[in-house]
Every structure is written in C-alpha cells, then in structure tokens.
C-alpha cells in the first residue's frame, strides 16, 4: 500500500508519483503522512518536504501553500516549490549567508517591510540549502 503525492507549484508539477511515507512542513510542525492517514487540510509552511519512495529519501523545498490528504492522495499545492536533487548546493549556502547577513543587520530595528521581506528570504534560503543537503 503506498500514498500518491502530487506537488504542485503555480508554474510547475514539481512531483507527481507513489511514495511510501511524505513529511510535510505544516504550519504547526512536521507532519507525518503514511498509507491510511485520516483526511485532514493544512497549511504548509516554508521548509522541506520529504518524500521516501522505493527506500530512499528525496527532498523538495517548499515555499508555502496547503496540503490534503485524502484516502491515500496527498496533494500539496505551494508558491514555489525545488526538487532538492535540482538544487545547487553551493549557489544556496552563498544565498543563505547573504540572507542570514541581511537579517542580522537589522537586528533591533522595527519591523518594517524590508525586514519582514529578508526574515522571508532568510527562510526560503534555509528551506533550498536543507533540501539540497538532503538530497539523495
């Protein structure tokens, strides 16, 4: 018995195949979805999707979205989504440690739309350079 995972951004199909167990990033935490799950609607937080198939583990980099789960069909649908196999390790941890300096230089500042627009992108960073970490 297995689940069928779909993941779909606004200008791609970023995966679509049968999966074997699925952890989302929700909102509320990591979410764990195997064969049989309850029906349930979530939102899906910047972060890393793990999908383990045939006994390995990929990842995708999620952006945001919902996910659903309905009798053994998870679907996820998010701003912007990576496979974590397509990403370039290095080309991230460059684009994580600008984010990450970005941030840290408006530390103490407050709030405006710059800084919640670099907190973003310091999140989007972290989630591309875990899933390119993280890919099988």
Do not use: C, Y
Not at 6 to 15: G, K
Not at 21 to 49: K, M, N, R
Not at 118 to 126: F, G, P
């Amino acid at each position: 018995m297995s689940l069928t995972l779909r993941v779909l951004a606004t200008d791609q199909n970023v995966f679509d195949g049968s999966a074997d167990e699925v952890i989302l990033p929700s909102t509320t935490g990591q979410l764990g979805i195997l064969p049989g799950h309850i029906s349930l609607l979530t939102a899906i937080d910047i972060g890393v999707l793990r999908v383990r198939a045939n006994g390995a583990w990929n990842s995708i980099a999620l952006m945001g979205g919902f996910a659903e789960v309905d009798a053994d069909e998870v679907t996820v649908l998010v701003n912007k989504a990576e496979l974590g196999s397509s990403i370039d390790a290095a080309a991230a941890e460059t684009a994580f440690q600008k984010a990450t300096i970005m941030v840290a230089g408006m530390e103490g500042q407050p709030s405006s739309p710059e800084k919640l627009k670099a907190q973003q992108q310091l999140n989007e960073a972290r989630a591309r350079l875990q899933a390119s970490k993280t890919a099988d």
